[in-house]
């Protein structure tokens, strides 16, 4: 009986994507981290149990980011008048370079960690670098802040600087060590993580899709983000049929795999993804400030293409994926009415805000860490309480906070941090 | 003497739209209100004075806003799913009608005042509604605050809600008794407001030009903010031969002019605003948000149009002048890239902070304000001190840290507030 805990508050969500469902006043039942139900009261049988108050804010589930660099964190803003490849060499494979040195992981990691969890982050699937040492730093450091992730040692044995590049066998000892190594972690696993068909010979690609098979582990990796880089993979890769197929081909598209971007890809490979039943990873941040393209999100959506959203620092500029939720919408309506020939539709907020939450959430619940995403029985309670409102002059409606907390807040608003039941 | 100040710190600013000017370890000698001269170390007659130090982080000049509605700040993020017509229909009018009572007034502007002072915008032109005590009373709590502003009693005698709706005389003589009452306030002045032609009588807009030129008083409006509003307009007003010409035939379009979003012009409308030196105001965030298109900014910034940045809020999101830096720089991005064949260019980050500094200041300068808006020997030394190192493992340039904040930070970052020499 001592594992059930009482919640009370203004509870948001989106158990679909085509409207925010409201339960002003409702009693959270949480029994081992799980939501038991939501109710309008305190039911008899927990009558003796006290009642923790979340406030006269809203209660929303927590955010999850399906794709975000931990050592970019540091460079966030840094060099985005350039586009992709050049960004790469200039900005980030320096600074991915000095993830070397274990004392500074050791250093900025927590900071990481800390950050993503103040900005309500609290699942997460992370990209570390080629650094095996570094990377499982950066896991400790996320278990540490009680988070839970998925977290990726990168791999890259082409194409890439040559303090980062690695030969095919050192990369593929190296990603296979990291996974043993990470068992011992209870709510930070491995993820696969060629960093993308570039950077990535065939042999690597091959041991690394077996890796994934054997140890039934998913892949994330980045697919179709510009032009350029399709065009480079189409001649760097000239025996297969799409940038899709080469991940296809390879083992490395399935049901437990991330792709993130996804943005020049031909109906064929969207099929092939829904046919592989694979995950396309939005990160509208990144994909404007690199002047990359807008993914047709509407259309995707419509289609029923798995999809989620991620925040993409560094090349998306904030952790907040309140933030993210924003710019999916905004990209969404520029793509629209900057486009108007290709009929492309405005993806609402509530659709943004379901991808942020229980779209994300569906990566964690298919690989075996159960349902999460919103506030439905049976799931595990993560949830954030936040508080916009005004002086008292304004009334505000519980959606009403909430839409300016995704358009104007930030982690100050944030005051609680629930995360499978347990305060953090 | 002792009307001279010294400061030390490292200073940016924009003097041309082309690049950031850095001056490391520098020292601002300010004499009564101005920048004297930026100098490598303190000049042998100052060697008695003390030296305030601004930090190890960055100084900027201090933003301006040159687009923004006080009545809207309370509704920010509200219905942005919404576009323009229908926005202001169900959010923004009924939000504005409030303020006829004068207590709400009193509640709410000292709130704006302060979040556009906590924000770093210390010079503003900003929008009341149609109440005449009411926007008084933000002119007051604007001064209260010690910035600088241009306050505008809104006119609308046509096509808006009753009880928002004037008649043309009582329109008229609202905005004339305005603009005399507020002759008591020395930093916040009255600006001519007709709310767009479609809100005003031909008869109203005749007697507001005549007010403007008669008190020489600046003049804001909207102007092609949306294609339906364009359409409207040309039903409303058949004689004229565009948008523009509304306002240029009833004496509304000069030198003193402020015009915001101006997204859908002829040429002959952007020649006829160059010929009369008007200024167009960008609101990026605003534009994406209500889906109204995108001004082509490269393309009015290499032909020479005025050119300034308005927050826009309650369409723009926030009050942060740097956050629309930055969605002007993501804006004219996205236009390029989603119309290739328009052949428009990406706006730097270093064109789009001059226009919230340098730009913007221009039309204080012409108001007789004296320079301002970048460290020029002779203009006001309004400045802000910005913090936004990251632990001591990772260097950041000055010109790093201004890149963070414009796209990371917030008000938190700002830890020095300066406004003509004066410490607020």
Redesign the interface.
């Known amino acids: 009986m001592n594992l059930t805990a009482l919640y009370k508050g203004h509870f948001i969500d989106t158990p679909t994507p085509d409207e925010f469902r409201v339960r002003k006043d409702a009693i959270a039942i949480v029994e081992a981290g799980k939501l038991l139900s939501l109710e309008r009261s305190v039911p008899a049988r927990f009558s003796s149990l006290p009642v923790k108050d979340l406030g006269e804010g809203v209660v929303i589930p927590s955010f999850i980011d399906l794709h975000v660099h931990a050592p970019q964190h540091?460079q966030?803003?840094?060099?985005?008048?350039l586009g992709l490849l050049d960004w790469l060499e200039n900005y980030t494979y320096p600074g991915e370079s000095r993830f070397a040195d274990e004392d500074?992981a050791q250093?900025?990691y927590p900071?990481f960690a800390a950050e993503l969890l103040r900005q309500g982050s609290l699942r997460s699937v992370v990209y570390g670098t080629v650094h095996l040492e570094s990377t499982l730093i950066l896991a400790q450091a996320l278990e540490k802040a009680g988070l839970m992730a998925f977290v990726g040692k990168v791999n890259m044995d082409r194409n890439a600087p040559d303090d980062l590049k690695e030969t095919p066998e050192a990369s593929f000892k190296g990603s296979d060590a990291f996974c043993r190594r990470l068992a011992d972690i209870d709510r930070v696993r491995p993820i696969v993580t060629p960093r993308f068909a570039p950077n990535c010979t065939e042999t690597l690609m091959k041991d690394l899709g077996q890796l994934a098979q054997r140890l039934a582990l998913p892949v994330q990796s980045h697919l179709a983000e510009t032009l350029s880089e399709v065009q480079w993979v189409s001649q760097l890769f000239p025996e297969r049929r799409s940038y899709t197929d080469v991940y296809n081909d390879f083992g490395l598209l399935g049901p437990a795999s991330l792709m993130a971007h996804a943005i020049f890809l031909s109906d064929a490979e969207i099929d092939l993804i829904m046919q592989r039943d694979a995950t396309v990873v939005h990160c509208p941040s990144a994909n404007?400030?690199l002047?990359?393209?807008?993914m047709p999100l509407g259309r995707y959506l419509d289609k029923g293409v798995n999809l989620g959203l991620g925040s993409d620092v560094g090349a998306g500029?904030?952790l907040g994926m309140y933030r993210s939720v924003?710019q999916a919408?905004?990209?969404s309506?520029?793509?629209?009415?900057?486009?108007p020939e290709e009929d492309h539709r405005?993806v609402?907020?509530s659709e943004a805000f379901y991808l942020a939450t229980m779209g994300n959430g569906k990566f964690f619940t298919r690989q075996g860490w159960g349902p999460c995403g919103a506030f439905e029985p049976g799931m595990s309670f993560d949830a954030l309480s936040i508080d916009m409102r005004?002086?008292e002059?304004?009334e505000m409606s519980p959606l009403?906070q909430l839409?300016?907390?995704?358009?104007?807040g930030?982690d100050?608003h944030i005051k609680t941090w629930i995360l499978a039941g347990k305060v953090l």
């Open positions: 540091m966030m803003g840094a060099g985005l008048d500074y250093a900025l900071l404007i400030n002047s990359s393209g807008i500029h904030t924003i919408v905004q990209a309506k520029l793509l629209r009415v900057l486009r405005a609402t907020l005004f002086p002059a304004v009403n839409e300016r907390f995704l358009y104007t930030d100050r």
